[in-house]
């Protein structure tokens, strides 16, 4: 009996969906900085909480070679826990937003850096981008943290910057390293080479 491929292709499209929303918000950002308010705060708390759950339901979902999804688990785990955080109580959060979101983006980075080597041992052809971009997004996200700039506004621009960077890491990692094959096999089916004993 053959595995449904319907949670794969449900967590593929939630993860391009989420990627695209979180793309948004950053040129959102970029083109208007004075945005950045508890509104705004609220609203990315929304959109990490949801991706969150996205993540955590790919997690599960087991695609084929198990590398796009492979740190899912925790990272959904914490990004539903900061999400809710934020959206309930955003005056918590808007003093130290850039901080917090870069942390979250440069540890997603260093793990998709992982992810690609892992891509390339799998024999992935563009293994590549995923590490351009990976390597993009943990620049971004560094930034972010050292706040090198005392401008809110700036900051705000600094945030767009690296949320753009997150969606697109995310947008590439999933259609890159995400395989769904409609034969594939449950786990539990184990396939042994009979051998010739003659």
């Given at each position: 009996m053959m595995r449904s491929v319907t949670p794969m292709r449900t967590a593929k499209a939630g993860y391009i969906a989420m990627s695209v929303i979180l793309m948004a918000a950053g040129a959102v950002l970029i083109a208007a900085?004075?945005?950045l308010a508890s509104a705004m705060c609220s609203v990315l708390g929304v959109v990490s909480a949801v991706f969150g759950g996205v993540k955590i339901a790919?997690?599960?979902?087991?695609?084929?070679?198990?590398?796009a999804f492979q740190h899912d688990l925790a990272e959904g785990?914490?990004?539903?826990?900061?999400?809710?955080t934020a959206a309930v109580k955003?005056?918590?959060?808007?003093?130290?937003?850039g901080v917090i979101f870069g942390v979250c983006v440069l540890a997603d980075g260093l793990l998709k850096i992982?992810?690609?080597i892992d891509a390339k041992v799998f024999g992935v052809s563009k293994w590549w981008l995923i590490l351009a971009a990976a390597i993009a997004a943990d620049i971004a996200g560094f930034f972010l943290i050292i706040n090198p700039v005392d401008s809110a506004a700036?900051?705000?621009?600094?945030l767009g910057v690296t949320l753009l960077m997150e969606?697109?890491?995310?947008?590439?990692t999933?259609?890159?390293?995400?395989k769904i094959v409609k034969n594939q096999l449950p786990d539990d089916i184990i396939t042994v080479n009979p051998v010739n004993t003659h």
């Open positions: 900085p004075d945005t790919s997690y599960f979902s087991k695609d084929l070679f198990r590398l785990i914490l990004l539903m826990i900061l999400g809710v955003p005056e918590l959060f808007l003093g130290f937003i992982q992810t690609a700036v900051v705000a621009v600094i969606g697109l890491l995310n947008l590439i999933v259609l890159v390293a995400v």
